[in-house]
């Protein structure tokens, strides 16, 4: 295992992608897997070990990755202690569905502790199906019964996930329009998008007023807009390509549903377990939700959960009005409960905002380009928006072009926001300063490339 360890410790990549014996495997695919897939149209590989920060492929290449199985692997690929947790949990018990066992009791307790000290006590917790879509619909469910409502609240530029609720709650109509009568009674608004302001305004006029019209809406017995059931929002935008609310916006968000009584949802599938340098996003905007949704990094190393915690005054579920067959995931559990211990011991938050220093200083090395419209995010969630340099349309081909490029030297990345025209950086929290210096030497070699590098 050191062997390999060393060995993957370098990017490389000898000829061309796929390789011989991807390219079979991607054949295979093609052949037996439905055409929803989607990771391997622009990344071309076929994956057989990771290790860390770098993955290898079938053929030998060896990659630094940046997509970290889209923020799952928040301690990256195989971290040795995780991996001995779930080990040993194995040989214990592997689901419970929702029956008290001591994994999933350390769960809990490790899961509560990491919450605000003043959320702690009115937290409850509930486990929902495998994946954060489905943690979104029972989020969905509860904020309903609770209230009697029927009505939500989501924002423009959103992404939720592709269950059917999940769905019609999300800003891409694209995902939507294939499929017919979707949720009723989705109301979306604008979203605090200043490089792309969504009422049309110039930055320096705008003094919030996307927040002002959800508020003026809302308050008006004219506007047409029932009470709803629930706010859902997302605090950085990921898939929405990297944009992180304006605090002023947030803040005004949860006065205006505290005000009116209705809960608060924040999905913090992406942003949660660390990624944006504190264990949840909203720590950082001065702000305590009625409901958290959370998943993809709770284990850290990739077994599948999914939770919402909320405010206990919401509890008013019967039993089984939310189930799901494997919410009851061992493994993960005991890995989640590692991670934690890890995450705390070896300061990853930490480690978190010095690397997303580190990056925001290395990409400001390309950001006077006029084919750079923007580089932002928070923590380790960074999205570089590519533009037209002479009319400033939208550069899709562009930001695909650096995306194929990149892989070919070694990094993994992928593409968000409209017309998949940001390319985002999605690491490990773990990953290195080294690591991260290799990355950003090949993503601002290939921009310089494309010729995006080079002062003229």
């Not at 999933?104 to 929902?128: D, G, N, S, W, Y």
């Not at 954060?132 to 609770?146: E, P, S």
């Not at 605090?247 to 990624?275: H, K, M, N, S, Y």
């Not at 562009?398 to 968000?416: C, F, P, Q, T, Y």
């Amino acid at each position: 295992m050191t062997d390999l360890i060393v060995a993957m410790s370098l990017p490389h990549v000898d000829g061309a992608l796929p390789g011989a014996r991807s390219a079979r495997y991607l054949a295979r695919q093609e052949q037996t897997e439905s055409n929803a897939r989607s990771y391997p149209r622009g990344l071309p590989i076929a994956i057989e070990r990771g290790q860390g920060s770098f993955v290898r492929d079938v053929d030998g290449n060896v990659f630094i990755d940046f997509l970290a199985g889209a923020g799952v692997l928040s301690l990256g690929h195989n971290h040795p202690e995780l991996v001995a947790a779930m080990v040993d949990q194995l040989g214990v018990l592997t689901h419970g569905l929702d029956f008290p066992t001591p994994a999933k009791a350390a769960f809990v307790e490790a899961q509560l502790a990491m919450l605000p000290p003043t959320m702690r006590e009115r937290t409850k917790i509930h486990f929902c199906g495998p994946t954060g879509a489905n943690a979104v619909d029972a989020a969905i469910k509860l904020c309903k019964t609770a209230t009697g409502r029927g009505d939500v609240v989501s924002f423009q530029g959103g992404f939720h996930g592709a269950t059917a609720t999940a769905m019609a709650l999300t800003g891409l109509v694209a995902q939507k329009s294939p499929v017919a009568n979707g949720l009723p009674g989705v109301h979306f608004f604008p979203y605090s998008s200043c490089t792309r302001c969504p009422l049309g305004l110039r930055p320096d006029t705008c003094a919030t007023n996307c927040v002002e019209y959800l508020e003026r809406s809302l308050r008006d017995p004219n506007g047409g807009l029932p009470l709803p059931a629930a706010v859902i929002l997302e605090l950085v935008q990921g898939e929405g390509g990297v944009i992180p609310a304006r605090p002023e916006f947030v803040r005004r968000v949860r006065a205006l549903t505290a005000e009116l009584d209705i809960p608060l949802i924040v999905d913090e599938v992406q942003t949660g377990c660390g990624r944006t340098g504190t264990w949840f996003a909203f720590e950082q905007y001065g702000i305590e939700p009625d409901v958290v949704v959370a998943s993809k990094a709770l284990s850290g190393v990739g077994a599948p959960v999914a939770v919402i915690l909320y405010d206990r005054k919401l509890d008013a579920w019967k039993p089984g009005s939310h189930t799901g067959t494997f919410r009851g995931n061992q493994l993960a559990f005991a890995a989640g409960v590692e991670a934690v211990r890890v995450i705390e011991r070896d300061d990853v938050l930490g480690n978190v905002r010095r690397r997303g220093e580190q990056v925001s200083k290395r990409l400001a090395e390309i950001a006077w380009h006029p084919a750079v419209r923007d580089i932002r995010g928070l923590g380790l969630m960074w999205g570089i928006e590519l533009t037209d340099a002479p009319d400033g349309t939208p550069a899709p081909e562009l930001a695909a072009k650096v995306r194929d490029s990149v892989l070919h030297e070694g990094l993994i990345l992928e593409l968000g926001g409209r017309d998949d025209r940001v390319v985002r950086l999605l690491p490990p929290l773990n990953v290195t300063a080294e690591v991260v210096d290799m990355a950003c030497d090949i993503l601002i070699g290939v921009l310089g490339r494309l010729g995006l590098g080079e002062r003229g």
